[in-house]
């Protein structure tokens, strides 16, 4: 394990001691992001290109050596990472790339990317000592936070949109955590956690505020990076709603770059929903600062119109030289589909999102046919099977009757 040796501030750049109390930088107040930083020259010597091919541990605890966790025994029993990267050469050529990756971290315990924060959130939380942990999410996280709560022995409270999708909430009930049904919007969830965990002194999950949490995010970008033998994609493409998973995304392929392990960082695209696109508009404007303002998309894990970790989605996005792109819930809807039948992945709607970026991007000619792209796919379809259900075929209904049966097919 490594110990982080400081933490900095993505905005003003000051540094601080890593503890349990500290979250956010002092003088940006919360939007001052940290990054959390390692002694790379220590951490060189303790992994290596060589290291990692004959390391068996085939989950995300694999880049342990840059990672925050004090102790192995805090790591959660759950086997996280290490999601397939699907080679799809028929959507490669149906869009006019030379490869187009498909990762899918619907294969992830809850079925969700956020299963790499929460796993190191919960880990972290055990490094402190401490007994509770909460966080606000509008969906996701959530689950992710108490199936890891749960299997560590951590006490959690979750506070989650009135409207989050039934599957969601069912699956905090299951794991045993206090779930808090907020009447409002995610911002309006997010604003009561951060109140009820300064309050009663609980850790803080939430993944825009704890800086540890994108650690786990990063082993994404690292995961990609190894399975193509070292030599990452020009594009990769995923959905934006807080910030966290395109800054997660950004930190792992910097930390690989400053490791000599990499040559250079993808350019990353990041993916809105036209109804919650803060982002987009803040790198469309060339504006320094996100404007929050309301949101409405089917795709409830993006819906975020106050995005508080925007520091490190736009220097994601800019450092790396990519973009920002929306799409409607329409084309959300129709990736399900496409991306089901033409992969076998299963995308909940904002899951599929950076595909419909992409798709769009290719067809407006803006993606060219010499490129090698990566597609996250952040959460599994079954996490929303009303969304789902919208966008596919209505089934046969039909009696016992092989005739009947007959007269249906023909009139298809």
Do not use: H
């Amino acid at each position: 394990m490594a110990a982080p040796s400081i933490l900095k501030c993505v905005l003003c750049g000051r540094e601080y001691e890593p503890s349990a109390e500290r979250y956010v930088c002092d003088t940006c107040g919360l939007d001052g992001t940290l990054d959390v930083l390692y002694d790379i020259c220590d951490t060189k010597k303790k992994i290596t290109r060589d290291s990692l091919s004959s390391n068996r541990d085939t989950s995300m605890w694999r880049y342990r050596e840059i990672m925050p966790v004090l102790r192995d025994e805090n790591i959660p029993n759950l086997t996280v990472g290490w999601t397939p990267l699907y080679d799809n050469k028929l959507l490669a050529s149906k869009y006019g790339v030379k490869k187009l990756y498909v990762k899918d971290d619907g294969r992830n315990p809850t079925a969700s990317l956020k299963d790499r924060a929460s796993a190191v959130g919960v880990a972290k939380a055990l490094d402190f000592g401490e007994k509770i942990i909460a966080c606000a999410s509008t969906g996701n996280a959530a689950s992710s936070l108490s199936g890891f709560s749960a299997v560590s022995g951590l006490e959690s409270y979750i506070f989650v949109p009135e409207k989050a999708p039934a599957a969601k909430v069912t699956q905090l009930l299951v794991y045993g955590a206090n779930v808090i049904l907020v009447k409002g919007d995610y911002a309006e969830a997010f604003d009561l956690a951060t109140s009820a965990i300064k309050k009663f002194g609980w850790y803080n999950r939430n993944c825009a505020i704890n800086p540890y949490l994108v650690e786990g995010k990063k082993t994404c970008a690292m995961e990609i990076a190894e399975q193509l033998n070292w030599k990452v994609p020009d594009r990769v493409f995923i959905s934006v709603g807080d910030g966290c998973c395109i800054g997660g995304l950004y930190k792992g392929f910097a930390d690989l770059f400053e490791l000599g392990f990499i040559d250079r960082i993808p350019k990353i695209t990041g993916v809105q929903a036209e109804g919650a696109s803060p982002i987009f508009n803040a790198v469309s404007t060339g504006s320094e600062r996100v404007i929050f303002g309301p949101a409405d998309t089917i795709a409830d894990s993006i819906s975020v119109g106050a995005p508080r970790n925007w520091a490190k989605a736009l220097r994601a996005i800019r450092k790396t030289g990519g973009t920002a792109v929306t799409v409607t819930d329409a084309e959300i809807l129709s990736s399900i589909p496409e991306l089901a039948r033409s992969s076998g992945v299963f995308g909940e709607p904002a899951g599929v999102t950076g595909f419909a970026g992409f798709r769009k991007m290719t067809i407006a000619g803006k993606i060219s046919s010499d490129e090698t792209i990566a597609v996250v796919v952040t959460g599994n379809g079954l996490k929303d099977i009303t969304s789902a259900k919208k966008s596919a075929e209505q089934a046969i209904s039909c009696t016992p009757d092989i005739e009947e049966f007959s007269r249906l097919i023909a009139s298809r």
